[in-house]
């Protein structure tokens, strides 16, 4: 990776003094927030908004409209990402980038993916209004469909930018009604070759990505903020199992090859499994489970499952994907029914840059907030952005740790802070010489 | 019960000579089975005919049309049952009645109930064509929505007229989509008042029904027919386990209440109690599992059950239920969920009638056919026509024991000695007579 991602220079001499005047205007992006969290399939508090799905099209055009009201200008390239751009003294040099999601899975909050793109417009008007001049450009990125919700595959915009999902496989991909990507996004209105959305390592000079833990531990440690180092690796497996239907009662306990029964010892081996590491960053979850046919007076013959597994380290995951596979394949030979398994990603992780990080812990030094290393054991788009340039990421906390539900919150303090730092660390960035 | 079923006369004195020339027309009968198949809302050879679709409607219009043909009047009540009367010399008499259904499953095959409704009426034609005359009048029957497909709740006509749903509970049952069931009815066609739909005890003289075994016995012993001499007591359960949500990568295992991890033991402590009675009567089914919000990213907070337990001794499937509860008290207690259950069902079995077993008994020697006595495990509208009515099953064997699959199957040799024996049972019972 080294070769990809030229390191930022790790010194601050050449960077213009950090504005004077950092003050963000909470209540303003908290009322933002909450317009966009308005902006849903669901009815309020309940966020859903699938991307490529009318409130997801509704809060882009939102986004955008309060860009255009900073005076940043806009690019969407074919997949929908969209990039909102304040000129730079300099604007041939690489520009700095921020940014975030507003894709939300069914039944989710406010916060998740919002906070790193509302609270990036918000860094970028800080600075504005300070009067701070940015040498680099920087960019504020709305990527589309971080969430797997429609497609199965996550970070779907970043993915392609880093060039780690071809057009091809791209194009193949459908939902769950079957309809296509390729019909769904120009319906969406995002036209052109899908090959245009892949950007050249160093197209970027350094990104750096606020976003909720969507964990409890800064929370728990009464930490404001976190400085990621680590982004986990997450692998998505779909498990089939086929076992042999009939009717429910008349067929013998004795005969059956119940594919539900093989399928509850699978979710409980993978519970197993991901525990049996003892290491906090190691999870594992059955999240999908689908049965057929589904009637109450029919033994099921055939149970799909998706699975998710992450770890921050690549072996440690295999290790339990490993587990996983050798308890499945046991009770597929005890119970006379076939398992089979398709791996829908299994990303290495990510590491992020010592300059960035650097950036972002002198950000915070002259904030005065409080703050910890961390890793996210929830993927990002800096997951695959750190494929194209030097990234970051900042957490701020959330309540209880909940994330991906209607109760997920994080405190107007909290975000201040995020955006805070989130704003010096963009401008000391943006000042830095290097070309 | 005794009292609401006044026991047939044992007794064949009466009776007419059994007719000379009992002649099944099984090719003509195979070609109405298959082309009653070829009515579903699914490709052939997958048979799926929920009750008010339009496949089910076009499927009744089917049989009406071939049992106008052999000169039968029709009657339908208000929730769908049709009663198909072949009139006898003393029509004023209480008549003998056959039939059973034609709504199938999801998924399912061409003669689950099929057999009883379109072989009931060949044995009707095969009597007219011999020249029987019958006393009592003789009653094809063919019953509204045995299977629970859509209301959750299994023979619902038959249970009706048996008044063990009352029209105030049948007005409140809707389907998974939020329809209602007064909505649905009177869409298809079928009016008037509910309550109209309970016969008196007595308004029938006896009634016998054909079926497939659903089960491997027959088949396996190489025998033509089973008699049946108890139906079992079929308990239907909704589980709903109610766990927290929240990220897949983000919320760290020792944090987890997983309402999925929580079924998969649910799940598998019904097969150990259904297993543990040691009984082949005893048979415990999940075969609906429903996962919210099912997404591959979010823990699951929240699962949905439908389970189906049955035995032919009722104290002993309530202690299969009792053994279930204890053990998803434990599961909550140790995972921190709540499991709640709710009883959409629980039926006592029933007891076939010792003189309509004679009937059939006498009927099977006369024929020359293999057959045992057999309990079904399988429940059938019987189970509620022994509410108002003496009544009786005739199994024939089906390939396998697979039923509620599309690969179900019953020969034409199987299922011409079925109707055969029912032919001349019918000819036996409308003969007797006692008023």
Redesign the interface.
């Known amino acids: 990776m080294a070769d990809m991602n030229p390191p930022v220079e790790n010194s601050l001499e050449n960077a213009a003094p950090n504005p004077v005047d950092i003050s963000v205007d909470i209540a303003g992006l908290m009322a933002e927030i909450e317009a966009l969290a308005g902006i849903s399939e669901a009815e309020p508090p309940v966020v859903t908004r699938v991307v490529f799905g009318e409130a997801d099209l509704r809060a882009r055009a939102y986004v955008k409209a309060l860009s255009r009201e900073a005076g940043l200008s806009i690019r969407e390239d074919s997949i929908g990402n969209t990039f909102m751009r304040w000129n730079g003294l300099d604007p041939h040099l690489s520009a700095v980038a921020t940014g975030s999601h507003i894709d939300a ?3 989710a909050g406010a916060y ?1 993916g919002v906070v790193g793109v509302l609270g990036g417009l918000e860094a970028i008007r800080t600075l504005q209004r300070a009067g701070f001049q940015p040498r680099r450009s920087i960019e504020l990125v709305l990527f589309t469909s971080e ?3 429609r497609f ?1 595959i ?1 970070c779907l915009g970043s993915r392609m930018m880093a060039g780690a999902l071809s057009p091809g496989e791209a194009q193949n991909l459908q939902d769950k009604a079957g309809r296509g990507l390729e019909d769904l996004r120009r319906v969406a209105g995002f036209t052109g070759d899908l090959a245009s959305v892949q950007l050249d390592a160093g197209h970027f000079n350094s990104f750096v990505e606020l976003h909720i ?4 531990l800064l929370e728990r440690e009464g930490l404001q903020l976190g400085i990621v180092t680590h982004i ?1 690796a ?1 692998a ?1 497996l779909r498990i089939l199992i086929e076992g042999e ?11 059956r090859h ?1 594919a ?2 093989a ?3 699978v ?2 081996a993978l ?1 197993a499994a ?2 049996s590491t003892g290491e ?1 960053d ?8 689908e ?11 055939r ?1 799909r499952l ?3 597994v ?1 770890d921050t380290d690549g072996a440690r995951r295999d290790g339990v994907l490993a587990a996983l596979k050798s308890s499945a394949a046991e009770v597929a030979a005890r119970r006379g029914v076939r398992i089979s398994f398709e791996t829908v990603n299994s990303d290495p992780p990510a590491t992020c840059d010592g300059a960035v990080l650097a950036a972002l812990e002198a950000s915070i030094a002259d904030s005065g907030h409080s703050a910890r290393r961390m890793v ?4 990002h788009d800096s997951l695959f952005m750190a494929r194209l340039a030097p990234v970051a990421m900042l957490f701020t906390p959330c309540r209880g ?5 209607p109760d997920e919150y994080a405190s107007p303090e909290w975000i201040a802070a995020g955006v805070e730092v989130l704003a010096r660390t963009l401008a000391q960035l943006s000042s830095q010489s290097f070309t």
């Open positions: 899975i069914p039944n998740d969430e797997p919700t199965g996550g833990e969507q964990g409890p986990a997450p998505s239907g009939g009717h429910a009662g008349a067929m013998l306990m004795t005969d119940d539900l029964a399928a509850a010892e979710i409980l519970e991901a525990k906090i190691t999870v594992g979850t059955v999240g999908v489970c049965v057929f046919p589904g009637a109450v007076n029919s033994v099921p013959s149970v998706e699975t998710d992450r996210s054991r929830a993927y740790g909940v994330s991906h539900r």
